[in-house]
């Protein structure tokens, strides 16, 4: 039972969404609403063209007042055109970060037009009671006209205050947003009544309404449960409507006599009314459940990328982006703020006794008390038992200490332990993958001492690393051009004191730094696995000499 109630709970759109989910449905509606808005502007304005040509201007070369005729055929298409280019620019650059000084202007334009336009209303014609028209038809008719231009206001304001919030303030209203669709919506609703109603008079379809509602179901996609609300309410009262108009014509009951019993029989036309009701509805539901399908599924993937699977903390290269974002924010002076690189002590003994699962599990842990103990920091694992924090400099050395007991305290039987190296950032355009590896530099020079567990990158620390760089970027131009030679040490027999060989000891002869020794470029050459450049070069020189002994090159 429960389980059937948890799915038509959710098949009606009552279960609860997260943030992500909400605002890729409201995106999804801001998308359909721009491409709406472009097929009103183009339907308009072919709907002008025709009303001028066939309608206006004959009229006109007949002897009509021309404005007269101009307001009276045109009037609506007009406004129409108006919500649909403003509809347009509103839902374009609501997708913007940012909008120009021109798109502002484009916004404010668009807005005050629609405001101005609602002016037009006291030209336009309002129904009046005759014969044929009762006053409940004609204040119908009249309601709907003016409902048209209310809701042309309060969408001109909308948009006017909308653009002056993202141009000014630089930030998004999503009530505006809301209410901008919503307006759009009320419109046509009330214009396809407002059509239909009259069309229905003179025994023809109510194809506008219908036009009109399809446009409400396709840009009101929210959840099922408001749609058949909205799309509901909408058939309901436009059904009373029609039937105020001589007991609703082909919608009201047929009196049909069943063996000899006189029955009301719902009319074919009423059937198909609500059978294009149950339709539509049916869509909505089918469309916002595969937007929602999507947006988990979106969601999926951005949380892939942003987070590390295994400790739901940030992804480095979304660490880095973020950390990109807050340096340059200019909020925090830059001298509270410093990169860490954490490595944890002995890991990989505790993977080895405790296995693979329990290795995941203490990563996990770790990261937790990153988490708990950096609260104002962004943090990420950056591979393996390597974390990375941009963080305040504020109790920076309790806060480590903390963490290395903790760290410590999780097994007694294996010595663990952290060693954390620090940067300062140089300036708020740093790129931080650079500043990382600095820190990853400073706590390298402490890799192997448990005793410490915080170094900071340092001039001294600066020149090393700068020459490390110069050691890995160089090796090629050094091997290509022979700055790289054999130093030869004799090998002595011991018990004959006679030479029996020599040993091939690199050297580094640079043009920059001088001579260099192999305890400064072999462990870096390692390190970075281009050591074998630095073998053949040797191997390929002490053949050379070997061959040709007495060339003056032998050293």
């Not at 919500?83 to 609501?94: D, E, R, V």
């Not at 916004?107 to 030209?123: D, E």
Request: hydrophobic share 45%.
């Amino acid at each position: 039972m429960k389980k059937t109630l948890r799915a038509i709970s959710a098949l009606l759109g009552f279960e609860k969404l997260n943030r992500a989910e909400r605002d890729y449905l409201h995106d999804a509606n801001i998308r359909t609403s721009a491409y709406m808005g472009v097929i009103v502007v183009l339907l308009e304005a072919w709907m002008l063209f025709r009303q001028i040509f066939y309608k206006v201007i004959p009229r006109v070369e007949a002897g009509a007042e021309p404005f007269g005729q101009f307001v009276k055929y045109t009037s609506k298409y007009w406004l129409f055109l108006l919500i649909g280019l403003g509809l347009t620019l509103f839902c374009t650059y609501q997708r913007k970060k940012k909008i120009s000084k021109g798109q502002f202007a484009a916004l404010m334009t668009v807005g005050g037009l629609c405001v101005a336009y609602t002016a037009v209303l006291s030209l336009e014609s309002f129904t009046r009671v005759s014969e044929s028209v009762t006053p409940v038809m004609a204040n119908i008719m009249n309601a709907m006209l003016v409902s048209i231009y209310v809701f042309l206001f309060a969408i001109g304001v909308t948009i006017v205050a909308y653009a002056w919030t993202r141009y000014r303030r630089g930030r998004r209203v999503v009530a505006l947003e809301h209410l901008a669709i919503i307006g759009f919506n009320l419109v046509c609703l009330a214009f396809g009544v407002y059509v239909s109603y009259s069309d229905f008079w003179g025994g023809k379809e109510i194809i506008c309404f219908l036009t009109m509602v399809i446009y409400v179901g396709c840009l009101l996609i929210y959840r099922p449960y408001m749609t058949l609300l909205i799309l509901g309410a909408g058939f309901w009262a436009f059904h009373a409507v029609l039937m105020t108009y001589q007991g609703g014509l082909s919608f009201a009951p047929n009196d049909v006599v069943v063996h000899g019993i006189a029955r009301q029989v719902i009319s074919g036309d009423s059937v198909n009314y609500w059978t294009f009701f149950i339709s539509l509805s049916t869509i909505c539901f089918a469309i916002y459940h595969g937007r929602l399908s999507e947006a988990r599924k979106s969601e999926a993937l951005i949380r892939t990328a942003r987070r590390d699977r295994l400790t739901d903390l940030y992804s480095y290269r979304y660490f880095t982006e973020r950390a990109e974002e807050r340096m340059r924010s200019a909020e925090e002076p830059l001298s509270d703020l410093i990169y860490l690189f954490i490595d944890v002590h002995n890991f990989k003994a505790f993977n080895d006794q405790r296995g693979f699962e329990e290795g995941n599990r203490f990563l996990v842990a770790v990261g937790g008390m990153i988490a708990e103990l950096f609260p104002d920091s962004l943090y990420a694992r950056q591979a393996d038992d390597h974390y990375v924090a941009l963080t305040k400099t504020e109790a920076l050395p309790t806060r480590l200490e903390e963490l290395n007991r903790r760290v410590h305290d999780y097994d007694p039987e294996i010595r663990l332990g952290i060693n954390c190296g620090g940067y300062h950032p140089a300036g708020r355009e740093e790129d931080p993958r650079v500043a990382i590896d600095r820190a990853r530099y400073a706590a390298k020079t402490i890799r192997n001492r448990f005793q410490d567990i915080y170094a900071e990158y340092d001039e001294a620390m600066s020149r090393a690393y700068h020459r490390r760089l110069y050691i890995v970027n160089n090796v090629e131009n050094a091997v290509r051009n022979g700055w790289i030679v054999p130093f030869y040490q004799p090998v002595v027999r011991a018990d004959s004191g006679k030479l029996c060989g020599c040993e091939a000891l690199a050297r580094w002869m640079d043009p920059v730094y001088g001579q260099l020794y192999p305890n400064e470029f072999i462990p870096v050459l390692e390190e970075y696995r281009l050591i074998h450049r630095l073998d053949r070069a040797i191997f390929e020189a002490a053949c050379r000499d070997l061959r040709n002994p007495w060339t003056g090159a032998c050293r």
